[in-house]
C-alpha cells in the first residue's frame, strides 16, 4: 500500500490544546512497526503465523495496513513475537538504549531519616532519573504525627513489603493495604502513611515526575 493511501485511510488529525497551541498528531501505523519487528527478527510471514496464530494472510492484510487489528489480535501479536503491546505503537527506529544501568545491593542504598519514615533510597549513581525508587520503613502511626499533607509533584507507586499500612489521602476513605498490595495515585493530592501492624511496615515506593 502507498503511503497516499495509507495517509487516506488513517489522516493525521490536528488538535488545540487549552492555550490555542495546535498540534497535527500523525495516523498510528501499526502494520509498518509490524512489519519492521518481524523482519527485525528475521521471521517469514509463515513463521510469525505459526507464533501468533494467526493466518498468513491476516499478517499480510495488517502489515499493508488493509486491516486493522483488533485488541484481542494485538494481544496475540504481542505474545507470539514477545514484545511488550506498546511496541506495535512505536516507531522502532525511535528505540534508542542509553545502557543506563544502577544496581542497589541489599541495605546499601543511601539512608534518610525523617521522623515519620526511615527511607533508603535506591539506584542514587544515576542522576536525571525519570524515576525515583526507594524503600521507607513508617514509624508514623496517626495523622497527627505528620500535622499536615504530604504533596509533591508527580505521580506514586505503592507495594508493602512487610507489615500493615494505611493510605491517607485528601479525597478518598482511608485505605488498609497488606503486604503485597500496592496502590498508585496522584501525589500532588494530599497524602500519607501510617504503620497499622503491631512492627513497623516496609514499603517500596517509585516516584514518578
Known amino acids: 500500500m502507498s503511503e497516499q493511501r495509507t495517509h ?8 488545540e490544546d487549552s492555550q490555542n497551541v495546535t498540534r497535527t498528531i500523525e495516523p498510528i501505523t501499526i502494520g509498518r512497526q509490524l ?26 492484510k495488517i502489515e499493508n495496513e488493509q486491516i486493522s487489528p483488533t485488541f484481542t489480535v494485538m494481544q496475540k501479536l504481542a505474545h ?31 539512608t534518610h531519616l525523617t521522623s515519620t519514615y526511615e527511607h533508603e533510597l535506591l539506584a542514587t549513581e544515576l542522576s ?3 524515576m525515583m525508587p526507594y524503600k521507607s520503613r513508617v514509624h508514623a502511626r496517626s495523622f497527627d504525627d505528620f500535622g499536615e499533607w504530604v504533596r509533591h509533584q508527580g505521580e506514586e507507586f505503592m507495594l508493602v ?11 478518598y476513605e482511608p485505605a488498609s493495604l497488606k503486604t503485597g498490595d500496592s496502590v498508585y495515585y496522584d501525589a500532588t493530592m494530599g497524602h500519607l502513611v501510617v504503620s497499622t501492624s503491631e512492627t513497623d511496615a516496609l514499603i517500596l515506593w517509585v516516584t514518578a515526575d
Request: aromatic share 4%; hydrophobic share 35%; no cysteine.
Open 8 to 15: 487516506d485511510m488513517y489522516p493525521s488529525m490536528v488538535v
Open 35 to 60: 512489519k519492521a519487528i518481524r523482519t527485525a527478527n528475521k521471521l517469514t510471514l509463515e513463521e510469525a503465523s505459526k507464533r501468533t496464530g494467526l493466518a498468513r494472510s491476516t499478517l499480510s
Open 80 to 110: 507470539g513475537l514477545n514484545i511488550e503491546l506498546p511496541q506495535l505503537f512505536t516507531k522502532p527506529n525511535n528505540i534508542r538504549a542509553t545502557g543506563r544501568r544502577d544496581i542497589t545491593k541489599i541495605a546499601q542504598g543511601r
Open 128 to 130: 536525571n532519573k525519570k
Open 161 to 171: 513489603l512487610e507489615g500493615e499500612i494505611q493510605l491517607l489521602t485528601e479525597f
